[in-house]
């Protein structure tokens, strides 16, 4: 009779077993932040619109503006809307004041 390291009775660990694959998880990864992304839409544009005006602001905007507009027509943003309206706008007011 041979055992294993585990143990007469035990099953020994099989790491292959147990093992994720990659691609189901980079692709529930990607679509969580694609999600987010879409959802946080004006949110995230409001915080672009408050940076300094310079290079990094214009790209900013050029690249996401198309993307919070396509949020917008798919209504994604009523979400955000409704939790703010429900909340209260101090998400944002705080970085306003000086």
Not at 54 to 76: E, H, M, Q, T
Request: net charge positive; proline share 5%; hydrophobic share 40%.
């Amino acid at each position: 009779m041979t055992t294993n390291a585990a143990g007469p009775h035990q099953e020994q660990y099989d790491p292959q077993k147990y093992r994720l694959k990659l691609f189901p998880v980079i692709l529930a990864v990607a679509i969580f932040y694609i999600s987010a992304i879409l959802l946080n839409a004006n949110g995230i544009m409001r915080d672009i619109e408050l940076m300094q005006y310079g290079k990094f602001r214009d790209v900013y905007l050029s690249a996401f503006s198309p993307i919070a507009g396509f949020s917008n027509r798919l209504g994604l943003t009523k979400f955000r809307t409704i939790i703010e309206k429900s909340i209260g706008d101090r998400m944002h007011n705080e970085k306003i004041k000086p």
